[in-house]
């Protein structure tokens, strides 16, 4: 809630201060289109961290070490929002799973600081 006449960078003692998507900032988001989980992360950071904090994100996990493909996830959106793959990424990927490059692992996926939003799709 806005209260009229307040500005919302100076809030009251014991009045709830809420995070800036709560009133339509723009901030990082990411967002987990088959369970519909949202993940709010202003200072980026490792998806599989975001996915650990939050099971509903709903991505599963096994190696964690870009060996497996098995949290292959294609990216909807934000794509320029995120580091770039690495060598062992990138060859998992294109190597053995012949992935274009809109494919990730969500084990190796790095979402930096800023504004936007990354919306995911879980391949498996
Ligand atoms: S969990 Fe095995 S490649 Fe990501």
Do not use: K, W, Y
Request: charged share 25%; with cysteine; proline share 10%.
């Amino acid at each position: 809630m806005i209260c009229a006449g307040r500005s919302p960078a100076a809030p009251r003692a014991g009045v709830l201060s809420l995070p800036a998507a709560s009133v339509g900032l723009p901030m990082p988001t990411i967002v987990f289109e088959r369970t519909r989980h949202v993940a709010h992360r202003p200072e980026g950071g490792r998806v599989v961290d975001v996915c650990d904090d939050d099971l509903r994100a709903g991505v599963p996990f096994a190696c964690r070490h870009a060996n497996c493909g098995t949290c292959r996830v294609r990216l909807t959106e934000g794509a320029e929002l995120c580091d770039p793959p690495g060598e062992d990424e990138r060859a998992l990927l294109t190597g053995r799973f012949r992935d274009p490059p809109d494919v990730r692992l969500a084990c190796q996926l790095v979402v930096r600081p800023g504004e936007g939003t990354v919306r995911l799709r879980v391949l498996l």
